[in-house]
């Protein structure tokens, strides 16, 4: 069976400081996505990774996928408060034309002024 | 460009009543999966349809079903409900091909008293 390992699960930085959430799974997949998710809201696209060595960089976050050591990271440059919410990975599992995501526990970031 | 829409945003049901929540994907997206969100299970996978087909499904009883129209829309349906059904039950669409990554709809909240 599939497991996602978040950590940590919650983190509380202040602004301006760096930090790194780390994503390790137990299977074989190329593909990672990371989501954000506001209290009471769905979850909004962030990035797609779809092979080896894959990074990619919005504004503050930059994710990267290594699939040989089954890890992704997300890391958080110069929080500020506005990137308070919780950040969940998903390793993809699509296989044969089936779809389907395994989700890790998320982890809750609060950034304090 | 429309996003994914869930009707209801919000439900109330007794224990023992069944629900139908409805899923409205991206225009053009093939695939639908349905996933439950509580807060000590975490993001659960339901089931995943395209063009009108199951092609995978999660671990959950069989009080959980779903179908998908010709359109794409999606239903799912459960049956019985329980107060552990108590949940944020989010779709996704899809073109089918997970390269170009998963869009979430806003969610149902189904809460069984």
């Known amino acids: 069976e599939l497991k996602v390992e978040q950590n940590p699960l919650f983190l509380s930085m202040q602004e301006g400081k760096n930090y790194t959430i780390y994503c390790n799974y137990s299977?074989?997949?190329?593909?990672l996505y990371w989501y954000r998710q506001d209290p009471g809201k769905s979850l909004e696209s962030l990035f797609v990774?779809?092979?080896?060595?894959a990074v990619k960089q919005e504004g503050r976050l930059m994710a990267s996928l290594d699939t040989k050591a089954r890890l992704s990271t997300l890391h958080i440059t110069a929080a500020v408060h506005d990137l308070s919410a919780t950040y969940f990975c998903?390793?993809?599992?699509?296989?044969?034309?089936?779809?389907?995501?395994?989700f890790g526990k998320g982890t809750k970031l609060t950034v304090n002024p | 460009k429309a996003g994914v829409t869930q009707t209801p945003r919000y439900l109330i049901k007794t224990r023992g009543q069944q629900v139908t929540l409805s899923c409205s994907p991206i225009?053009?997206?093939?695939?639908v999966s349905w996933y439950q969100q509580t807060p000590g299970q975490g993001l659960q996978f339901l089931f995943e349809?395209?063009?009108?087909?199951?092609?995978n499904k999660g671990n959950f009883p069989g009080r959980f079903s779903g179908r998908q129209f010709s359109n794409s829309r999606s239903e799912m349906n459960v049956s019985t409900l329980e107060l552990g059904d108590s949940a944020l039950y989010l779709c996704?669409?899809?073109?089918?091909?997970?390269?170009?990554?998963?869009?979430f709809g806003s969610g149902t909240r189904l809460t069984v008293v």
């Open positions: 996704a669409s899809s073109l089918g091909d997970s390269y170009y990554g998963y869009t």
């Open positions: 299977t074989t997949s190329d593909r």
């Open positions: 990774l779809l092979s080896n060595g």
């Open positions: 998903a390793v993809d599992l699509s296989q044969g034309g089936s779809e389907k995501l395994v």
């Open positions: 225009s053009g997206h093939r695939s």
């Open positions: 349809y395209f063009s009108e087909t199951q092609r």
